[in-house]
Nanobody, 125 residues
Framework: QVQLEQSGGGLVRPGGSLTVSCTAS??????IGWFRQAPGTERDFVAA????????YYLDSVKGRFTIYRDTAKNTVYLQMNSLKPEDTAVYYC????????????????????WGQGTQVTVSS
């Protein structure tokens, strides 16, 4: 069993930066992914990281702007978001999956078993 507690988020101007975090309790060695969901849309993959090494995947539109990284001592995964755009506005969710795999597997939200509560990120002037 894994519990995921999210923090961070908020309102930021276009071009600004924001970091959201996801702290795991219980069994904490699972890969973690970040997803986002804007009103009226599906929950889409953003980034994911393996728990014990630096393997990661990113949504193409966030590559070079977002960075996913972890602090294993704190059981926390972070999503640092730079050069934010209005289209990044969404509720961001972290999630844990039980096994790593190829990109198509890791980016599929149906393969994630545990989910955080979500946190709103709004990019607006």
């Amino acid at each position: 069993q894994v519990q995921l507690e999210q923090s961070g988020g908020g309102l930021v101007r276009p071009g600004g930066s924001l970091t959201v975090s996801c702290t795991a309790s219980g069994r904490t060695s699972y890969p973690i992914g970040w997803f986002r969901q804007a009103p009226g849309t599906e929950r889409d993959f953003v980034a994911a990281i393996h728990w014990t090494d630096d393997r990661s995947y990113y949504l193409d539109s966030v590559k070079g702007r977002f960075t996913i990284y972890r602090d294993t001592a704190k059981n926390t995964v972070y999503l640092q978001m730079n050069s934010l755009k209005p289209e990044d506005t969404a509720v961001y969710y972290c999630a844990a999956m039980q096994t790593w795999g190829i990109r198509g597997f890791v980016t599929n939200r149906n393969n994630y078993k545990y989910w955080g509560q979500g946190t709103q990120v709004t990019v607006s002037s």
